[in-house]
């Protein structure tokens, strides 16, 4: 599998540790670092499962010698970027026919409820007709729907299959001032339990400040198809 923007490693390493081959893909050496420290702690035969390569994820495709891979992440990154029309494309690319293709964006459906719950109130009204704003790392980013990039997805013959919200009250924790104890594993494993379900049903997803959107490449029956002109 190819995580691209991956940085730390903290989406793909559990992947690795669960035996899945992974390529972390990330454009920052001070990212890199960091993920290679990381994995340093992590046990001899997952971390031997992962391979680094430094490179922009908009050229992800040349920077891989035009491997494709049979899963695609990319969490988290597509908010930063005012155009992720070329992002988008190799993603798609790099995905092998029939290949997962995994991103977390942030929701646009939902980017009043931050400013809201934190009493930012002109920052909130400002939000119902924007999709930028400061991110949590005070960051600019931007915001797409569902409906949105289920569609740019389509246009690379990738097929959404499925989406999940993410992220709906473990956020708000600190402003309620109940934040929940990482050493509290019953608590966290609760707090996990609400978050999944809340994740795959209406309206809670749709409230969720980051959505999960799955899809899948086109077949290799398909890409036959279209490569003939079908």
């Not at 646009?108 to 809201?116: F, G, K, Q």
């Not at 790392?137 to 999940?164: C, F, I, K, M």
Request: aromatic residues 6%; contains cysteine.
């Amino acid at each position: 599998m190819l995580d691209v923007g991956g940085g730390a490693g903290h989406q793909s390493f559990p992947l690795a540790q669960a035996g899945y081959e992974v390529t972390l893909l990330d454009p920052s050496p001070a990212m890199l670092d960091k993920a290679r420290e990381r994995l340093r702690h992590l046990p001899e035969e997952g971390a031997r499962r992962v391979t680094f390569v430094e490179a922009d994820g908009t050229e992800a495709d040349a920077a891989l010698g035009g491997r494709r891979f049979d899963a695609v992440l990319c969490h988290g990154v597509l908010g930063y970027l005012e155009h992720p029309e070329p992002l988008l494309d190799q993603l798609c690319r790099c995905a092998a026919p029939g290949a997962v293709v995994s991103i977390m964006a942030g929701n646009a459906d939902a980017a009043a409820v931050r400013p809201a719950l934190e009493g930012r109130w002109q920052d909130a009204l400002a939000a119902f007709d924007t999709r930028t704003e400061i991110g949590v790392l005070g960051l600019p980013t931007r915001a797409d729907t569902v409906e949105d990039l289920s569609d740019q997805l389509r246009t690379r013959d990738v097929a959404p299959v499925a989406w999940y919200g993410v992220w709906h009250f473990v956020d708000w924790l600190d402003l309620s001032g109940s934040p929940v104890d990482p050493t509290d594993q019953a608590r966290l494993e609760a707090a996990a339990a609400v978050e999944l379900e809340a994740g795959r049903r209406d309206p809670y997803r749709r409230i969720s400040r980051i959505f999960h959107l799955v899809g899948r490449k086109g077949s290799t029956e398909a890409c036959a198809h279209q490569s003939r002109g079908g």
